[in-house]
């Protein structure tokens, strides 16, 4: 996008500018292939603030107002990407193929002028005079600029060519690196019940706790693991879990039933109790509350409550501690997956150190940062790309204008 709109901007001004895209893979574009189940979730219907974790929220949504959710919508048109809405509000192009978003942005980056350079690895971006010197691996490289743009990513999917050489460059010209974390990564648990239930899901809401104040609440498909938790509800909790210090007591509480409240639950148990007698407590999870038997098996092991037991015969106690251990269980985290199977990186090059309008370092003249780069993470929908959709729309122009105005 940063590559596209330099190149835009230049041929709006008749200007002609040398932009040069430089790729340590072989291949651009890996983690847009990979993405939203190799479906890519281009953006979503709406987006806001509120929607990302790290830097302040002001400089965030002057980001998202400067290129909007409609914005991308519209430049995804404009090369030839139909896309098409999907609850709760996910924008996938109609082909419901990543490759399909990857070959259009490929054919535009030449449209807009601009030279792609794959297998090149930079290595070096050092400031010699006004210029900088970007040398590098591949067929040894070197190469002279007026403006760079750093677009490296974080640390997540290292496989994908993303090895934070770019906070590296960064801290190198004097940029604060804010504490990287992985993010929208699977939890960790080393409860052997929980991960004999692998391959299970259901839908669950997951309430993040620091020193018994409630960080973040999320709802949605929740996934048991052979090493722990995953699907949303999960992966976006996970950066509020890697960041958490053990002395700040972080907490995670699932609700296996997240449309009950107390009130609610309480009230269909105790019917059952009254009305159906005879049945099992495991048949009233399965059969009235429609949560899956090899789950409710689990659960009453967990709790110590003899699945077996009629529902008329189980103490008030009994049903008040399933009631509560259904909306309300302490889920037993010890920590998130990692990088390897981050889908971004919290942390990065601190916003305070980068002007919003054009995302231009304010310490190195010149110098520019776009997407995961930046210390920014957004939850699951679209929100990450968004951020790089936008951020490289206007570090392109900035550069570009920089160069022909
Ligand atoms: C499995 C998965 C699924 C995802 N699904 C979605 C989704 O559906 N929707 C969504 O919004 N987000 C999704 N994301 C997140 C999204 O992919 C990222 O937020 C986004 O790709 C960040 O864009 P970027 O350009 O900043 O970094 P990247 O996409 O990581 O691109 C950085 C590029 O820089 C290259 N590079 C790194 N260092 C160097 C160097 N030294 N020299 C030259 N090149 C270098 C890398 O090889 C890479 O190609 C997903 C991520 C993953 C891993």
Not at 81 to 105: I, M, N, R, Y
Not at 331 to 339: A, F, I, M, P, S
Not at 353 to 369: N, Q
Not at 375 to 395: E, H, K, M, Y
Request: glycine share 12%.
């Amino acid at each position: 996008m940063a590559a596209i709109c330099a190149g835009r901007t230049a041929q709006e001004k008749r200007a002609p500018l040398e932009i040069l895209l430089l790729e340590t893979s072989r291949k651009v574009g890996a983690k847009i292939l990979m993405s939203g189940g190799t479906r890519c979730n281009v953006t979503h219907k709406e987006v806001k603030p509120s929607d990302f974790q790290g830097g302040p929220r002001h400089f965030v949504k002057h980001v998202l107002e400067a290129f909007t959710p409609a914005d991308a919508m519209g430049f995804f048109n404009g090369i030839g990407v139909e896309l098409v809405l999907e609850p709760p509000g996910k924008f996938f192009p109609v082909s419901h193929s990543a490759q399909t978003v990857l070959d259009a942005l490929i054919k535009e980056v030449g449209r807009a002028g601009t030279a792609l350079k794959t297998d090149a690895r930079v290595t070096d971006v050092k400031r010699s005079g006004d210029r900088f010197r970007l040398s590098g691996q591949g067929d040894a490289f070197c190469v002279s600029a007026r403006k760079v743009i750093i677009t490296t990513g974080g640390l997540s999917y290292p496989t994908t060519g993303s090895d934070g050489a770019g906070y590296r460059f960064a801290s190198g010209f004097g940029h604060t690196i804010v504490g990287t974390h992985p993010a929208l990564t699977p939890l960790l648990t080393n409860d052997r019940d929980w991960r004999n239930l692998s391959g299970l899901s259901l839908e669950a809401r997951l309430t993040f706790s620091k020193d018994g104040r409630k960080q973040c609440e999320n709802r949605g498909a929740f996934l048991f693991t052979h090493f722990g938790f995953s699907g949303p509800a999960a992966l976006d909790i996970s950066r509020h879990v890697a960041t958490a210090r053990p002395e700040e007591k972080p907490k995670v509480v699932i609700s296996f039933l997240p449309g009950h409240r107390e009130e609610t639950l309480s009230r269909a148990v105790e019917s059952e109790h009254v009305k159906m007698p005879k049945r099992h407590i495991q048949s009233v999870l399965v059969r009235e509350l429609s949560l899956p038997g090899r789950f409710a098996e689990t659960l009453l092991k967990k709790l110590g409550i003899d699945g077996t037991q009629t529902i008329g015969a189980s103490s008030n106690e009994t049903r008040r501690r399933l009631v509560h251990a259904l909306l309300e269980y302490p889920l037993e985290v010890e920590g998130v997956y990692g990088y390897k199977k981050a889908e971004v990186t919290a942390g990065g090059v601190d916003l305070r150190e980068v002007d919003v309008s054009t995302m231009e370092s304010k310490l190195v003249a010149g110098l520019y940062f776009a997407g995961e780069v930046l210390d920014v993470d957004g939850r699951i929908g679209g929100f990450n790309f968004q951020w790089a959709w936008s951020t490289g729309a206007l570090a392109g122009r900035g550069a570009a204008r920089a160069l022909v105005s």
